[in-house]
């Protein structure tokens, strides 16, 4: 088990909605990584933090947001939703920040907008 | 812009046959590669990585900068190599921003 865990597993909500997906990291891990995978897509790059503060986006959405708490976990919130964001959506969490660290990923947060 | 491209959806061979997942990628600069692979009911895994150069469960990957390929090989396929296998590309000192392929579903057949 990798310890990485994200809640809720499922979440059904209708379109332009509001939702909060929540990750908390493995025990000791400093940044946390948000991945989005739509249908029969890759893993898409959404947003790294590490130790709470920003380092990096990728190909996220202005109608999406996210932030790493003093405790680590990090909170991924998706708003004014739309059909097209139904996805898996995925957290990851590492030690350090580069590929010395290798991601331990989440079973992931199976987004369906109705 | 980076791609990265797993031609085949699905791959289905016999136990004991070998085995080419294939990767292509598209990136201006110099990359580093992976393969993670997702065990039926597991999480997504790190498999392999190009910078340490390591055979993992009997897999090797080679980097072709000519080609744009980072094929994933096995000499003989198991059955417990059944799995979700994702290629990945990043940046060289820019952290795990990986891009993803689609991924490629093996089956190995008894």
């Known amino acids: 088990d990798s310890g990485v865990t994200q809640t809720p597993k499922h979440l059904i909500t209708a379109t332009g909605q509001r939702v909060t997906l929540r990750c908390s990291p493995r025990s000791g891990d400093l940044s946390v990584y948000w991945y989005q995978q739509s249908l029969d897509q890759g893993l898409q790059f959404l947003i790294h933090y590490y130790n709470g503060e920003e380092r990096a986006k990728g190909n996220i959405l202005e109608r999406f947001s996210a932030q790493q708490f003093p405790d680590l976990h990090s909170e991924l919130n998706l708003s004014s939703l739309e059909l097209g964001d139904s996805a898996l959506y995925f957290c990851?969490?590492?030690f350090g920040q580069g590929f010395g660290s290798p991601l331990h990923f989440g079973n992931g947060t199976r987004l369906t907008v109705t | 812009a980076q791609r990265v491209t797993q031609p085949e959806k699905l791959l289905s061979v016999f136990k004991g046959a070998p085995v080419e997942l294939k990767c292509n990628y598209s990136y201006s600069g110099s990359p580093e590669l992976f393969w993670y692979v997702q065990y039926s009911r597991q999480r997504l895994q790190l498999l392999l990585r190009?910078?340490s150069r390591e055979s993992i469960k009997g897999f090797t990957a080679d980097l072709n900068k000519g080609e744009t390929s980072f094929h994933l090989k096995k000499p003989f396929a198991q059955e417990e190599d059944s799995a979700m296998y994702y290629c990945a590309l990043g940046p060289l000192n820019a952290g795990n921003m990986l891009t993803f392929g689609g991924g490629t579903r093996l089956m190995v057949k008894p």
């Open positions: 190009h910078i």
């Open positions: 990851a969490s590492s």
